[in-house]
T-cell receptor, first 111, second 115 residues
Framework: GQSLEQPSEVTAVEGAIVQINCTYQTSGFYGLSWYQQHDGGAPTFLSYNALDGLEETGRFSSFLSRSDSYGYLLLQELQMKDSASYFCAVRDMDSNYQLIWGAGTKLIIKP | NAGVMQNPRHLVRRRGQEARLRCSPMKGHSHVYWYRQLPEEGLKFMVYLQKENIIDESGMPKERFSAEFPKEGPSILRIQQVVRGDSAAYFC?????????????FGPGTRLLVL
């Protein structure tokens, strides 16, 4: 079956760097997306990786290794406003290209 | 350019009633997706629509749930004879392309509470 694994919670200090990992098991992997969701809010698109390597967008970067079925989201210079849940989601060919979502990682940032 | 709009933001229904959730996609987007999210969980895909067509409804329960995206007006997710287990946040997303780069733009969601 299709599954995604990511830690349920990560704690970091303001100004630090944090990495949120995502491993996936899907039959028709097409690409990996990351979304941010604040409590009570809507998911917001952060990044998308279809090819191996690192994609950088400001303080956020996302990495993909297709051979390892693994990706991560890297957040630098953490700010209190980054406290949120972060979801990885796989676009899967065998699921009609729909997004299959992980359960989310709650990022807690301490001053 | 307005984002994805959903209404109502909060909806309370008693068991057995009907719930209608509305979604207006971003301007220029003709692809709409509906998701359901339970507390502390990820989103679960329900249905994917283009104007006047249901493209993929593999994630939507066969009974009581229906969705439409008419030529004019918003997309509607309809839940008939609601039960307590239907209580969840329902998010709508839109995209300019159906199977593009994984970018979907989400609305603020409708929180449905069934008493």
């Amino acid at each position: 079956g299709q599954s995604l694994e990511q830690p349920s919670e990560v704690t970091a200090v303001e100004g630090a760097i944090v990495q949120i990992n995502c491993t996936y098991q899907t039959s028709g992997f097409y690409g990996l997306s990351w979304y941010q969701q604040h409590d009570g809010g809507a998911p917001t698109f952060l990044s998308y990786n279809a090819l191996d390597g690192l994609e950088e967008t400001g303080r956020f970067s996302s990495f993909l290794s297709r051979s390892d079925s693994y990706g991560y989201l890297l957040l630098q210079e953490l700010q209190m406003k980054d406290s949120a849940s972060y979801f990885c989601a796989v676009r899967d060919m065998d699921s009609n290209y729909q997004l299959i979502w992980g359960a989310g990682t709650k990022l807690i940032i301490k001053p | 350019n307005a984002g994805v709009m959903q209404n109502p933001r909060h909806l309370v229904r008693r068991r057995g009633q009907e719930a209608r959730l509305r979604c207006s996609p971003m301007k220029g987007h003709s692809h709409v997706y509906w998701y359901r999210q339970l507390p502390e969980e990820g989103l679960k895909f329900m249905v994917y629509l283009q104007k006047e067509n249901i493209i993929d409804e593999s994630g939507m329960p066969k009974e009581r749930f229906s969705a439409e995206f008419p030529k004019e007006g918003p997309s509607i997710l309809r839940i008939q004879q609601v039960v307590r287990g239907d209580s969840a946040a329902y998010f709508c997303a839109s995209s300019p392309r159906g199977t593009g780069d994984g970018t979907q733009y989400f609305g603020p969601g409708t929180r449905l509470l069934v008493l």
